[in-house]
């Protein structure tokens, strides 16, 4: 006999709001899925909408799944002149880090994990973030739930971010202009 929902774990997965970090998320939703968890994929409003309007509403639908769903925080960006276009990744980087940790944690207490929330949705088990969306670890701890941070990058990337501070720190970055 399946687990009824309540019983399944509870994961919510948080990619960093780009086509190269969502892709692989939500191949790592899907996995998790099919092995009983109940998922929660989290995009940013910007985000949710782009996929909309690109690939049309029922692509954030997941037909015949009810222990899948989509949710939305906002980035705390203005909204752009021009919704299709990429997003200015400074600004999304330092609103992410200052803004989203209050939305996300009503996001969990109010939506998920609330007596307000659909009978059979189970509380959240683990939040499962991009490396840098911080601000959703720290909702994690608040929580008392694990809370796991997961690179999409290729791990040549990876190791420049682990050695970015001694590149700074021997001179080498920033480059200087000549």
């Not at 994961?11 to 899907?30: E, F, S």
């Amino acid at each position: 006999m399946a687990p009824s929902l309540t019983t399944k774990p509870h994961a919510i997965l948080v990619p960093w709001p780009a086509q190269g970090h969502v892709n692989p998320y939500k191949r790592l939703a899907d996995l998790l899925h099919s092995r009983g968890f109940y998922i929660t994929f989290v995009h940013t409003m910007f985000n949710y909408n782009r996929l909309i309007r690109s690939n049309g509403p029922d692509s954030v639908k997941v037909k015949g799944l009810p222990d899948f769903r989509f949710e939305t925080v906002p980035d705390g960006t203005p909204p752009p002149s021009n919704p299709d276009a990429t997003q200015d990744v400074p600004l999304v980087c330092d609103s992410l880090r200052k803004n989203c940790l209050a939305p996300f944690k009503e996001l969990l207490d109010v939506r998920l994990n609330n007596n307000a929330s659909p009978p059979d949705l189970p509380h959240v088990s683990c939040i499962i973030v991009d490396g840098v969306m911080n601000f959703a670890i720290r909702a994690a701890e608040a929580l008392g739930v694990p809370g796991v941070a997961l690179f999409t990058s290729s791990a040549f990337s990876f190791i420049g971010y682990l050695h970015y501070p001694e590149l700074i720190k021997r001179g080498i970055f920033p480059f200087k202009s000549k």
